[in-house]
């Protein structure tokens, strides 16, 4: 059986099965064509794993002084102050990397899939060859002249940024 690796700030955003069904629709495509499916998402409450309708989801904790945010909650629906939130994202990146580094849920993987920028930044970090990015979120958009506004950039400056990383990470793997 091939093993797909879901690294994603949620799964629902608004509850279990409220919200967004996108995140849960891609993963239950892999369960039923037979692969076996691991969902790795932080956790502001607990580290734990737990079978969900065919997945295995494994929440890796996540130290915050406020907010609350698993699989069932998104990271991104706390109105969190701008400088508070990237202390939160890096916070996040971090207790994923020492999650990942201390199973081996990668190290055999066929494929990882990484949803949104907060989880893709870590592309390098994980070897696996098969890798699928998704930018779920991002707010910077090309106009007709595939050239970014301006305007677009002052609103979403991290967004931005994020974004060319990534196009040099996707560049140099």
């Known amino acids: 059986m091939k093993k797909a690796v879901i690294v994603s700030p949620w799964l629902w955003t608004n509850g279990d099965q409220v919200g967004m069904p996108t995140i849960y629709n891609t993963a239950k495509g892999f369960v039923n064509k037979a692969f076996d499916t691991h969902?790795?998402?932080g956790s502001s409450k607990e580290t734990r794993s737990f079978d969900y309708n065919g997945m295995i989801i494994h929440h890796f904790r996540v130290s915050t002084s406020r907010g609350m945010f698993d699989s069932f909650h998104?990271?991104?629906e706390y109105p969190y102050g701008k400088f508070e939130f990237q202390g939160i994202k890096r916070a996040w990146r971090k207790a994923l990397i020492s999650?990942?580094?201390?199973?081996?849920?990668t190290k055999d993987a066929d494929?990882?899939?990484l949803i949104s920028p907060l989880c893709c930044l870590l592309a390098k970090k994980i070897s696996v060859?098969?890798?699928i990015w998704r930018f779920m979120g991002v707010n910077v958009l090309a106009s007709e002249t595939t050239k970014?506004?301006?305007s677009s950039i002052r609103s979403h400056p991290i967004e931005y940024l994020s974004f060319k990383k990534l196009s040099r990470?996707?560049?140099a793997i």
Request: glycine letters at 0%; zero cysteines.
């Open 99 to 105: 999650f990942l580094e201390a199973t081996s849920l």
């Open 111 to 113: 494929l990882v899939y």
């Open 148 to 150: 970014i506004p301006l």
């Open 129 to 131: 060859k098969n890798q």
């Open 169 to 171: 990470i996707s560049k």
């Open 39 to 41: 969902l790795v998402i």
């Open 74 to 76: 998104s990271i991104f």
